[in-house]
Each structure stands twice: as C-alpha cells, then as structure tokens.
C-alpha cells in the first residue's frame, strides 16, 4: 500500500528538500491559526514535537496519508 506524502506547510525550506530528494507531495493548508506556547518544564525539542502534532490534527480533515 503507497501512502501519500502531505505538507502542512508553506516554508519554501521544507518544499526545497522534498524537491531536492525527489519525494512526491501535495500542500495542504495549516490550518493551526495559533501555535501553542511552551511549558516551563517542556523542553524545545517537546515543544516543536507538540506543535508538530496540533499542527497535523487541525489540518488533517480527510486525508489519508502522512502528514506534516
């Protein structure tokens, strides 16, 4: 089973390594309209992790696929 490639994503950094190594996507519109503050106890790396993921829920709506 081939699973699609989605980018919630307009950074023209992230589309330019996918381009570069050839790796099929389609863009879909982030529709996280704020991104969550950090934790005090949370480090970076969690935070981008978290954010990473609200990103994905709010934009997912019916697509099948990976996501990010």
């Known amino acids: 089973m081939k699973r699609s490639l989605f980018l919630a994503s307009q950074s023209p950094r992230r589309k330019d390594i996918l381009n570069r190594f050839s790796i099929p ?5 982030n529709l996280l309209t704020v991104e969550p503050l950090p934790n005090i106890s ?26 990010f």
């Not at 996507?25 to 519109?29: D, S």
């Not at 790396?45 to 996501?67: F, H, N, P, Q």
């Open 25 to 29: 996507y389609n863009c879909i519109e």
């Open 42 to 67: 949370e480090s970076f790396s969690d935070w981008t992790i978290r954010c990473s993921r609200e990103k994905v829920m709010a934009s997912k709506a019916d697509y099948k696929g990976l996501i």
